[in-house]
């Protein structure tokens, strides 16, 4: 079984900042495509960014020149630096990865918990 544990949220004014972590841990032999997805109340939950194992990148328009996501493959780590915040940029944001497991033989998605965001204006 894989883990994915979220930290960093919290409650920031419009134009601030704030860091999101999230580390897989558990049976884990290597892990493909890393991201953050967000969803707001009443919305459908949506990609924020995404990165590969080799390191593309992929971004929603919304967020694109405020957010930067980066991943640690020696720590299994995905962050999301997330720079002037808006109100709208408020949700619960949730870490997925792609985990093939030690004797497995395809590639398994997992989810975080999720992490509150909250963008106060």
């Known amino acids: 079984q894989v883990q994915l544990v979220e930290s960093g949220g919290g409650l920031v004014q419009a134009g601030g900042s704030l860091r999101l972590s999230c580390a897989a841990s558990?049976?884990?032999?290597?892990?493909?495509?890393m991201g953050w997805y967000r969803q707001a109340p009443g919305k459908q939950r949506e990609l924020v960014a995404g990165?590969?194992?080799?390191?593309?990148?992929n971004y929603a328009d919304s967020v694109k020149g405020r957010f930067t996501i980066s991943r640690d493959n020696a720590k299994n780590t995905v962050y999301l630096q997330m720079n002037s915040l808006k109100p709208e940029d408020t949700a619960v944001y949730y870490c997925?990865?792609?985990?093939?497991?030690?004797?497995?033989?395809?590639?398994?998605?997992?989810w975080g918990r999720g992490t509150q965001v909250t963008v106060s204006s």
């Open positions: 990165v590969t194992r080799g390191g593309s990148i």
């Open positions: 997925n990865a792609a985990v093939l497991g030690n004797g497995r033989y395809a590639f398994v998605d997992y």
């Open positions: 558990g049976n884990i032999f290597s892990i493909n495509n």
